[in-house]
């Protein structure tokens, strides 16, 4: 053997690990979308998050994402391409009907959900303060405002300011589920979000 090139040794081969691919279906186009990219980009070296193009009711949003589901598992089968790892929607309580509808169907097909009572605007007032006494949408998108110095387009301040407080934030959304299940009260009642939930799962924790 030639000793200026050596055989290469066996088992050596320098592997590059597979990124995590998260499927998410979204309500709002502005908002989310918006705050859901600001993740995306500074987690992107670990994980790939589509936003799909759909956007409607919960249920809606809830028929689709199965609908998806099954069709990358069907395709995946049949080995034209890979199924994403993870498949979410992500929506407000609001004043929407067949929220529970959603929320049994999610469950059934093994999608995440993230859900906000009552708008996700009550998760960005968690950043900067408790929250507990129910809420109604317009009194916490107008808090939200008042807070961020922007409405339903996140500016980059507001999105840095939102990522710095992320913790404080988690810690009290949970506090509130915790106070929920204490005084009887179902999941996801008013005052909750689970935001942090899907922001976790994009920050690989």
Known sequence: MNA????????????TPRRRELLVFTEGERT????????????????????????????SLVDRAAEAKRREARDE??????AHDEVWC?????????????????????????????????WFVLHFADQTAHIERGD??????QLLGCDKVLTGPALATLSDRYDDAKQRAQRLDVKHTGDGSP???????????????????
């Open 4 to 15: 200026r090139h050596p055989r290469p040794a066996l088992g050596r081969r320098r592997t």
């Open 187 to 205: 999941p996801h009642s008013n005052p909750s979000s689970n935001v942090w939930k899907l922001v976790d799962r994009i920050r690989g924790v």
């Open 32 to 59: 989310e979308d918006g705050y859901l990219v600001h993740w995306r980009r500074a987690y992107r070296d670990r994980v790939l998050v589509t936003i799909d193009d759909f956007h409607g009711t919960p249920l």
């Open 140 to 145: 916490a998108q107008r808090l939200s405002r």
């Open 77 to 82: 089968r049949k080995g034209r391409g890979r």
């Open 90 to 122: 992500m929506f407000d309580n609001d004043e929407h009907p067949n929220i529970a509808e959603a929320l049994d169907k999610a469950a059934g097909n093994g999608i995440g959900v993230v859900l906000s009572n009552p708008c996700i605007e009550l």
